[in-house]
């Protein structure tokens, strides 16, 4: 059964700040790895999708990768802004099965 | 263009009682999900519906039951609420398309049992 980690459960950085996300797996059988942002009550908005072919996906400031055979994907912010402040989910979906949620990462970004 | 949509936003139930919970997508996605979110707990899959006319149990089914009324809407149902389904309920859709499944969400349904 595909279990979700993330590190940290929490993090506080100064604005500017370029930080790193962390998603563990335990089964590097994947299909795809999806990478969310969700505001304080709010719904999940979806930030990068890694396809299990590919190595990482960039979107802006965020860069996401996937290193399948440790079981890793980093998601990178670079130059964290307070607006860039929100919990981090990451998703992963093996074949044949539904995707399966981390417990998230919280980031807040201090002006 | 709509994505998910769901309703109510807020609902407050009294032990006992039974409401409906409505998601509908305009993307013409073949798959559709419900999950509620708990803190310390993550998102858990309740029911799925992995295309029109087919639904399956998640990881928590236990007091809920669904319905695929067509293709764009996937409804949830509580027959008889407890204090244990106070919660956070998201609905989703998904696609396989260019080779990827990406999942869309809904804003989500704030529901208290009291």
């Known amino acids: 059964k595909q279990e979700v980690t993330q590190i940290p459960a929490a993090l506080s950085v100064p604005e500017g700040e370029n930080l790193v996300l962390n998603c563990s797996f335990t089964d590097s059988a994947i299909y795809n790895l999806q990478w969310f942002r969700q505001d304080p009550g709010k719904g999940l908005t979806s930030l990068l999708l890694?396809?299990?072919?590919?190595r990482e996906q960039t979107s802006g400031r965020l860069n996401a990768s996937l290193d399948k055979s440790s079981g890793r994907s980093t998601l990178y912010i670079a130059a964290s802004q307070p607006g860039d402040s929100a919990t981090y989910l990451c998703?992963?979906?093996?074949?044949?099965?539904?995707?399966?949620f981390g417990p998230g990462t919280r980031l807040s970004v201090l002006p | 263009n709509a994505g998910v949509t769901q309703t109510p936003k807020f609902q407050v139930l009294k032990t006992g009682q039974s409401m409906t919970l409505q998601c509908a997508q305009d993307m013409n996605h073949n798959s559709m999900y419900w999950y509620r979110q708990d803190p310390g707990m993550g998102l858990r899959l309740i029911y799925y519906?992995?295309?029109?006319?087919?639904?399956d149990k998640g990881e928590v089914p236990n007091g809920y039951n669904v319905s695929r009324l067509n293709k764009r809407e996937f409804s949830l149902r509580l027959e008889s609420a407890a204090p244990s389904q106070t919660s956070v309920y998201f609905c989703?859709?998904?696609?396989?398309?260019?080779?990827?499944?990406?999942?869309?969400f809904g804003p989500g349904t704030r529901l208290t049992v009291t």
């Open positions: 989703a859709s998904s696609e396989l398309g260019e080779g990827r499944y990406e999942q869309y």
């Open positions: 998703a992963v979906k093996n074949y044949g099965q539904n995707f399966v």
């Open positions: 519906s992995a295309s029109e006319g087919t639904t």
């Open positions: 890694i396809q299990s072919s590919q």
